[in-house]
């Protein structure tokens, strides 16, 4: 039931139908959902205040979530260091409280859980949002297979980003259009596709081919 909680809290985050206040909302019942269960099985005894780290793959998205509920509760400018590679976060961050009744508080951590797919279609979704590098299976490679799934799943947004007048199973053609749409061009015209494969795999993590988990939860 837990597990089915968490999913759909998860799962919500990425709708377009929920504000940013439903989902924090959400995600906050979860952690007091966990709380009260773990209390319920006296897995933890009953306190003032809870800690909690924030601990998963590297660029999973640890800090971006956590600056969501900094918004709230803290005025302060500061928000924690985020970008598209992983490698950002590279020591424990001070505690943000996300909860009042009761107070809870989390920590970043860096991305210690080091990666270990199980098959070679999981080492390639990591690769895609940067959780192990691209260059290990390769940039064009990695496009390849982000292309390979958004056709299997109907989404072509990213035509529209690369002036294709239709979708195209040709990662090269698809990068050529891509780099040439971006100005990724050599002095002779031709287009620089290690460019633009970077570029395109960051435009899918910004959410500009469309907000997409590649997981089915």
């Known amino acids: 039931w837990y597990q089915r909680r968490v999913r759909e809290a998860v799962v919500s985050t990425?709708?377009?139908?929920?504000?940013?206040?439903?989902?924090?909302?959400?995600?906050?019942?979860?952690?007091?959902?966990?709380?009260?269960?773990?209390?319920?099985?006296q897995l933890i005894a009953k306190k003032d205040s809870y800690l909690?780290?924030?601990?998963?793959?590297?660029?999973?998205?640890?800090?971006?979530?956590?600056?969501?509920?900094?918004?709230?509760?803290d005025t302060s400018?500061?928000?924690?260091?985020?970008g598209p590679n992983p490698g950002v976060t590279r020591n424990i961050s001070n505690k943000v409280k996300i909860l009042t009744h009761p107070?809870?508080?989390?920590?970043?951590?860096?991305?210690?859980?080091?990666?270990h797919p199980e098959s070679t279609e999981a080492a390639m979704k990591l690769a895609v949002i940067g959780a192990i590098p691209h260059k290990f299976?390769?940039?064009?490679?990695?496009?390849?297979?982000?292309?390979y799934w958004l056709n299997r799943k109907g989404l072509y947004k990213y035509t529209g980003q690369c002036g294709l007048a239709a979708p195209s199973n040709n990662v090269y053609e698809v990068l050529a259009y891509f780099a040439r749409?971006?100005?990724?061009?050599?002095e002779?015209?031709?287009?620089?596709?290690?460019?633009?494969?970077e570029s395109f795999l960051r435009a899918f993590n910004k959410g500009e081919l469309g907000k997409i988990m590649l997981e089915d939860l």
């Not at 299976?137 to 292309?147: A, I, K, M, R, S």
């Open 14 to 41: 990425q709708s377009t139908r929920v504000n940013s206040v439903q989902k924090l909302s959400r995600l906050r019942r979860v952690v007091k959902d966990g709380i009260s269960m773990a209390h319920a099985d």
């Open 103 to 115: 107070v809870v508080y989390i920590f970043d951590t860096p991305g210690v859980n080091l990666p």
């Open 188 to 197: 002779d015209g031709a287009p620089r596709m290690l460019n633009a494969a």
């Open 137 to 147: 299976p390769g940039h064009v490679e990695t496009v390849d297979y982000l292309l």
């Open 77 to 82: 400018p500061n928000k924690l260091k985020v």
């Open 181 to 186: 749409a971006r100005g990724m061009l050599e």
């Open 52 to 73: 909690f780290f924030v601990s998963g793959l590297p660029n999973s998205g640890k800090s971006s979530f956590i600056n969501a509920f900094k918004k709230e509760y």
